[in-house]
């Protein structure tokens, strides 16, 4: 069998076109870049989502936190019979028959 033969044309061809591709490429990602780093949707939205998801995180810290205690809460209220008595004492301010209760103003 012969090697095929090469046209030099064809060749030059596809250098050029190689080439603009290149060049074409290069010029949408500065595109791209630029528009990544100067616009209204670009680097500060990533900022500002950044932030907003850590205060979010903390705010779901802290409620699992709060969610813990009053689950202990309610677990001593129903297995504790002093519990509910001072939740009746103190948020709802009932007494006992014969007990005087003294309300003081709060400050």
């Not at 616009?39 to 409620?63: F, M, P, Y």
């Not at 699992?64 to 519990?83: G, P, W």
Request: hydrophobic share 45%; proline share 4%; glycine share 4%.
């Amino acid at each position: 069998m012969l090697p095929p033969v090469s046209n030099p044309m064809s060749r030059r061809a596809s250098q050029v076109t190689l080439k603009a591709v290149v060049l074409l490429a290069g010029v949408l990602f500065i595109v791209f870049a630029v528009s990544f780093f100067f616009s209204d949707r670009g680097l500060h939205e990533l900022q500002h989502a950044r932030t907003r998801v850590a205060t979010l995180r903390a705010s779901i810290t802290r409620l699992e936190a709060d969610n813990a205690r009053l689950r202990a809460e309610i677990d001593s209220v129903k297995k504790s019979s002093y519990a509910v008595e001072r939740i009746a004492r103190e948020d709802l301010g009932m007494s006992r028959k014969g007990e005087v209760v003294y309300m003081l103003p709060k400050k």
